[in-house]
């Protein structure tokens, strides 16, 4: 099933279908050691470009799932499917709304054994999804915390995202959220660029999520892979 195999996973590279990438690029991606490859963004999602970027990724038997965003954009052929759910925002759209509607048109053909749900936090004011979602992203560290314990005891969801999405999050806020959590996994994304960021969070996160930093210097995202899988968790 997707969900117990990703609670193994460490460290995974997540790609923007909307974005270019050379094919060089994806070879050494996942020849890098990684446990996983997401597929996923925020805007100029379609059906085409997601079939074209797995069609490229899925050379290789390292699991490959598409993180949706849009409903029209679900590609059949991926191992897996991560179900977002925005907790910090107002808009019922993204907390419900949208996977109402989605219910409702294929609820019957989902494969649900292939089906993981995350629990999102967004915290970055700047970033495309906390303006497309409405995220409320002032928050307290109480706050963020006791969402934590709502994915974790109320939704019992296996999966909480700590989403940066662009900028380095706050190490305090990762770590006392890490402590709260005892079955939820928790998975950090936002802003890691060099080996000591990568291994700060990797103490925490029980999953680390490497994206821009791809496009903006592949080199070193390739070296994210070791920093984290070497680093032991702190709890």
């Known amino acids: ?7 193994t996973w460490r460290h995974v590279f997540k790609l923007d279908p909307n974005r270019p990438i050379e094919e060089e690029m994806i070879v050494r991606l996942l020849q890098s ?20 970027l797995m069609r490229r990724v899925k050379q290789t038997s390292l699991p490959c799932v ?36 989605t219910m409702k048109e294929f609820g019957e053909w989902i494969p649900w054994n292939q089906v993981a749900v995350e ?11 906390a303006q497309l979602t409405g995220a409320q992203t002032s928050l307290t560290h109480d706050d963020i915390l006791a969402y934590a314990q709502i994915a974790e005891h109320l939704f019992r969801l296996p999966f909480f995202y700590l989403e940066y999405s662009g900028v380095y999050g706050d190490a305090l806020v990762v770590q006392a959220t890490a402590n709260h959590l005892r079955h939820t996994k928790l998975i950090y994304g936002g802003g890691i660029r060099f080996e ?35 680093t032991k968790l702190i709890r």
């Open 33 to 52: 050691g990684t446990d996983g490859i997401i597929v996923g963004g925020t805007d100029g999602i379609t059906y085409q470009n997601t079939y074209e």
């Open 196 to 230: 000591k960021q990568a291994r700060e969070m990797a103490q925490f996160a029980d999953i680390v999520v490497v994206g821009n930093l791809i496009y903006d210097d592949i080199e070193m995202a390739l070296q994210t892979v070791s920093w984290v899988k070497e």
């Open 66 to 101: 598409q993180e949706i965003s849009n409903a029209k954009a679900v590609v059949p052929g991926f191992d897996g499917f991560c179900i977002p759910v925005v907790l910090n925002t107002n808009d019922t759209e993204w907390l419900i709304g949208a996977h109402q509607k």
């Open 1 to 7: 099933m997707l969900i117990e195999q990703m609670q």
């Open 119 to 129: 629990g999102y936090v967004v915290l970055n004011p700047e970033a495309k999804v």
